[in-house]
């Protein structure tokens, strides 16, 4: 089994293959620890999923800060909102941890290399490996390339697509711990701040270390007449009655952005290739369930491709392929992921409504339980149901 892209859903699957006794190669074209724009908030939901995984100590090992409150900031106006317990960690640390646990149950990695999909034969499916001149040849393929991934060929008609009007994202981590004991420091730990404007949001938020994360969502319009990607930032979060960011010098890592936020992908199932992850689709990060979905992706497909692997290697047993299985995998992520998805979809769309939002965070302020719903279905166990 070939896995494509180590990021939390491609490295947790080649976890759950090892620990199902299927040989699998996760490949990621870059080389660990590296950066990812996000804000690295764990909820409840993907703490849930890592513990029922045996991994539940992993977040908080890696220094991660607990999470307990989110606070929505609109045209000067905020509120507090409490939530389910969550963990703030970089991703470069919690990436590069997942890949080492999938390394220790058995998973074989391969970084620095740029996979490619090739061709389909009657029992396989190819990868090629271009910079290495060489190809792999595998029963299954799992596609975990994320929101902006090479692996599927442009023409193949494979590759998702960006929604019209959709945000770009940017993010950065700083080493700014000096606001971090003081009284005044607005950018507490424990808080999501999360700054809404006319042009976009802005995520800021304490990670390992006292480091501050910063992640946003904008419009391509915010970056028109010049404007820098750190001017639009300060210019969002000052609108919403925020102080900018640490002062540059402070910076650990370098901006980074993204390609178009919101996809989709034409099927997430093809001749033995299943999709999981950002790269089967993807909505506005908002909610900050990204990492949640990719996770259960993995947990569901893992099963379903093991099974057929195993099946695979005794002796005559590869019966004719038809597809069933791809099939299989569209429906259930369409039962298991896609639903959670057209959620964030709608607070998506209420989000590029100013007065929507102003009229939430004034309302919510007389009555911060009203969130509670919405709160606990982003933060719903898997198998939960919520209202
Ligand atoms: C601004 C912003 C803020 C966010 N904040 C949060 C948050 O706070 N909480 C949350 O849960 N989610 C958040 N998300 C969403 C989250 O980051 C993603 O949903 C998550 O990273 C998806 O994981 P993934 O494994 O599918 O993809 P990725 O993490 O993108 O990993 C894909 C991997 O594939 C590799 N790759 C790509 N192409 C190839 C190739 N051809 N060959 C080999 N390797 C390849 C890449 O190098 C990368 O390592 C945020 C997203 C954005 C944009």
Same mark, same amino acid.
């Given at each position: 089994?070939?896995?494509?892209?180590?990021?939390?859903?491609?490295?947790?699957?080649?976890?759950?293959?090892?620990?199902?006794?299927?040989?699998?190669?996760?490949?990621?074209?870059?080389?660990?620890?590296?950066?990812?724009?996000? @804000?690295?908030?764990?909820?409840?939901?993907?703490?849930?999923?890592?513990?029922?995984?045996?991994?539940?100590?992993?977040?908080?090992?890696?220094?991660?800060?607990?999470?307990?409150?989110?606070?929505?900031?609109?045209?000067?106006?905020?509120?507090?909102?409490?939530?389910?317990?969550?963990?703030?960690?970089?991703?470069?640390?919690?990436?590069?941890?997942?890949?080492?646990?999938?390394?220790?149950?058995?998973?074989?990695?391969?970084?620095?290399?740029?996979?490619?999909?090739?061709?389909?034969?009657?029992?396989?499916?190819?990868?090629?490996?271009?910079?290495?001149?060489?190809?792999?040849?595998?029963?299954?393929?799992?596609?975990?390339?994320?929101? @902006?991934?090479?692996? !599927?060929? @442009?023409?193949?008609?494979?590759?998702?697509?960006?929604?019209?009007?959709?945000?770009?994202?940017? @993010?950065?981590?700083?080493?700014?711990?000096?606001?971090?004991?003081?009284?005044?420091?607005?950018?507490?730990?424990?808080?999501?701040?999360?700054?809404?404007?006319?042009?976009?949001?802005?995520?800021?938020?304490?990670?390992?270390?006292?480091?501050?994360?910063?992640?946003?969502?904008?419009?391509?319009?915010?970056?028109?007449?010049?404007?820098?990607?750190?001017?639009?930032?300060?210019?969002?979060?000052?609108?919403?009655?925020?102080?900018?960011?640490?002062?540059?010098?402070?910076?650990?890592?370098?901006?980074?952005?993204?390609?178009?936020?919101?996809?989709?992908?034409?099927?997430?199932?093809?001749?033995?290739?299943?999709?999981?992850?950002?790269?089967?689709?993807?909505?506005?990060?908002?909610?900050?369930?990204?990492?949640?979905?990719?996770?259960?992706?993995?947990?569901?497909?893992?099963? !379903?491709?093991?099974?057929?692997?195993?099946?695979?290697?005794?002796?005559?047993?590869?019966?004719?392929?038809?597809?069933?299985?791809?099939?299989?995998?569209?429906?259930?992520?369409?039962?298991?992921?896609?639903?959670?998805?057209?959620?964030?979809?709608?607070?998506?769309?209420?989000?590029?409504?100013?007065?929507?939002?102003?009229?939430?965070?004034?309302?919510?302020?007389?009555?911060?339980?009203?969130?509670?719903?919405?709160?606990?279905?982003?933060?719903?166990?898997?198998?939960?149901?919520?209202?």
């Amino acid at each position: 089994m070939v896995v494509v892209g180590a990021g939390p859903a491609g490295a947790f699957a080649a976890y759950e293959l090892a620990r199902a006794g299927v040989e699998s190669l996760l490949i990621d074209r870059q080389r660990f620890p590296r950066p990812k724009v996000c @804000g690295g908030c764990l909820n409840a939901r993907t703490l849930a999923l890592l513990a029922a995984a045996g991994l539940g100590e992993l977040p908080a090992s890696l220094g991660g800060e607990p999470l307990d409150h989110f606070e929505l900031w609109t045209g000067g106006r905020t509120v507090r909102l409490p939530m389910p317990r969550g963990i703030a960690v970089s991703r470069a640390a919690f990436d590069e941890a997942l890949v080492r646990e999938a390394i220790a149950a058995g998973a074989e990695f391969l970084p620095g290399t740029r996979a490619v999909l090739g061709a389909a034969g009657s029992k396989t499916r190819r990868v090629r490996l271009p910079q290495a001149k060489c190809q792999v040849v595998a029963r299954l393929v799992i596609a975990a390339d994320g929101l @902006g991934g090479s692996f !599927l060929p @442009g023409d193949s008609g494979h590759r998702s697509r960006a929604v019209s009007e959709s945000r770009i994202g940017a @993010g950065a981590v700083f080493d700014d711990i000096h606001s971090r004991h003081s009284r005044h420091g607005t950018y507490r730990p424990g808080v999501i701040h999360m700054a809404v404007g006319r042009s976009g949001y802005v995520g800021v938020v304490r990670v390992e270390g006292g480091r501050l994360s910063v992640a946003a969502a904008l419009d391509r319009r915010a970056l028109g007449d010049g404007r820098t990607l750190v001017g639009a930032i300060t210019e969002l979060l000052a609108e919403a009655g925020l102080p900018g960011l640490p002062k540059p010098g402070t910076c650990a890592s370098q901006w980074q952005g993204t390609a178009a936020l919101s996809r989709r992908s034409p099927q997430v199932a093809f001749d033995r290739v299943f999709l999981i992850g950002d790269a089967a689709g993807y909505v506005e990060p908002f909610t900050g369930e990204g990492i949640s979905w990719a996770l259960e992706a993995a947990r569901e497909v893992s099963p !379903l491709v093991a099974r057929a692997a195993l099946a695979s290697l005794a002796p005559n047993t590869e019966r004719q392929w038809d597809g069933s299985l791809e099939l299989g995998w569209r429906r259930r992520y369409r039962k298991r992921i896609a639903r959670r998805q057209r959620w964030c979809r709608s607070v998506s769309w209420a989000l590029r409504r100013q007065m929507l939002v102003s009229s939430a965070v004034r309302l919510l302020g007389g009555a911060p339980s009203l969130a509670a719903p919405l709160m606990a279905h982003l933060n719903a166990m898997p198998g939960e149901r919520t209202p």
